[in-house]
């Protein structure tokens, strides 16, 4: 075999090798539109996902959230434990209707419920819902095309 070859061989096993260990990007994004107002929300349809959700992120871009998928409608409620970034959630129905807004304190246990049975909840950076005046009984676009909860 040549040596041009066997290097060329040599160099498409290194970088086969080398991609093999760099972690690929675990959380998928969804495009979400709220009053004409684009998000680009990373999904959290998983029990492991749903539990970590946004715990130790430094910080979230301005248009970037997490939208929890719930298996089923209940009344869900959501804490900051562990999580450094102050935040804000919408509790979402199932036709996508914001059911009510909260805004959390950075890693506080008080507890933030739905008015209702939700199917989702949108967390945002603090001040982003109030910042683009959505509020309750506003709707959510693109939750039809997320996957589903597991």
């Known amino acids: 075999m040549p040596l041009a070859t066997r290097l060329a061989s040599i160099v498409a096993l290194v970088i086969l090798l080398w991609s093999q260990c760099i972690p690929a990007d675990p959380l998928l994004t969804h495009p979400l539109t709220i009053k004409n107002h684009s998000v680009r929300a990373e999904v959290a349809n998983t029990d492991a996902l749903r539990r970590r959700g946004l715990m130790f992120r430094e910080g979230l871009g301005d248009d970037q959230g997490m939208?929890?998928?719930?298996?089923?409608?209940?009344?869900?409620?959501?804490?900051?434990?562990?999580?450094?970034?102050?935040?804000?959630?919408?509790?979402?129905?199932?036709?996508?209707r914001i059911l009510n807004i909260a805004?959390?304190?950075?890693?506080?246990?008080?507890?933030?419920?739905?008015?209702?049975?939700?199917?989702?909840?949108?967390?945002?950076?603090?001040?982003?819902?109030?910042?683009?005046?959505?509020?309750?009984?506003?709707q959510v676009h693109g939750l039809p095309q997320l996957p589903k909860a597991e």
Do not use: C
């Open 103 to 138: 805004d959390m304190a950075p890693l506080s246990e008080e507890s933030h419920t739905s008015r209702g049975p939700a199917l989702y909840a949108l967390e945002m950076r603090q001040g982003w819902f109030r910042r683009y005046s959505i509020h309750a009984g506003d």
């Open 67 to 96: 939208i929890f998928i719930y298996p089923r409608k209940n009344v869900y409620s959501m804490w900051m434990k562990n999580t450094p970034i102050a935040l804000s959630v919408a509790f979402i129905d199932d036709t996508g």
